[in-house]
């Protein structure tokens, strides 16, 4: 957007664990893309999932991360609203970071950047500050090998607690096959503690596409292709439960708490949200969720507010009607295409990006009224 291309990946042989011979994107889905060894063939789907501050702080600088090579773009929406591709601050990483994400604990404001080796993550902290001219640029702090001497290479991580990272990735086994693996990586000041490695393989489970912390709930997440979703106990050794078993795999997943009970929200391709296997719309361009609301906007341009205890079983309740009240503080009208890149957990400010590029950050009623 806005005319700068942006390097979101840098795929290595070592990465692929062959030579690359060719290299082609999908003539019909425009995110998979088809690489040849000379002894291999790998598909590899992409994503492009906004990686923002989601821990529920009064102190959490509502920050947002855009990778760009060995470049990460931070920018904290709390105090300062800057369009891409420009940032507030530009971080230079060791070598082409490959995945992102904010920490699920504290204020939520340190994040960590898998690197595109698969196997190095560098963390970095960051201050709350109340203004711009109070703020500090975020710093360095670890850099952390997931691995010794192990042959996996890891594609998503996750930072559910402070001295704790996590990671899903794959590994090339004696037969050839190639099985999906958990890591967690306990760590002190940068060096490692503990390590282990759970092959998915073994518990029978289906190809792993998505690895989520959520702090709303204080889990961590793990999707499967067929739907499923597990939440991973990251201790010495990780254990897996079923928590939920969504109608289909979804791009965007994150929880929250209601009426004691985990609930799961979901986004497909095809822009249907599922709240567990509940249909809550069939029009969803994109969600953030809080403790207390579904924020979600709508390819019929609405910003919609649904409050987690919703009856999601009884109706697509999150749907549009076609007249608005002046007086209904749970829908606001949008601009065409737009979608959300992050929302205040505590306090009242959404920021949207638009179509063509451009940021835009409202107060909406309802979370003012939630807020006071």
Known sequence: KNYHWYLK?????SVIGDTISHVVWDTEDPMLLHVAGQTSYTAMRLQSTPAVAQVTSEQSNMAACVIDGAN???????????????ALNTLTTPSPTAHVVFGGFGDGNDFAALQSDGRTVVTYTCEY????KDAVPPAQADSVSLVDDSLAVFRQIAWPAKNTLVALGSQKIDTGATHDMV??????????????????EDLGLST???LVAS???????????????????YSSVPILS??????????DLDAVSAGGEVMVVGRTERNQLFVGRHLASAACSSFFLRRDFLLLTTTTHFLRFVPVDADFGSAAVAEDAPTVSRY????????RGSTIVVAATVGDGVVFQMPRGNLETVRPRALVLASV
């Open 183 to 200: 890591a967690v990586v306990q760590f002190e000041q940068g060096q490692v503690v503990d390590r282990s490695l759970l092959d998915l």
């Open 72 to 86: 990460l773009l931070y920018t904290p929406f709390a105090y300062a609203n800057v369009p891409p591709p420009i």
């Open 242 to 251: 079923p928590i939920a078993s969504l109608p289909e795999a979804c791009i």
């Open 328 to 335: 209904d503080e749970t829908r606001r009208r949008v601009e």
């Open 129 to 132: 500050a109340s203004a711009i």
């Open 208 to 210: 792993a596409i998505k």
């Open 215 to 233: 702090p709303n709930v204080d889990k961590l997440l793990l999707e499967t292709a067929d739907g499923s979703v597990f939440d991973i106990e």
């Open 9 to 13: 990946q840098e795929v290595r042989s």
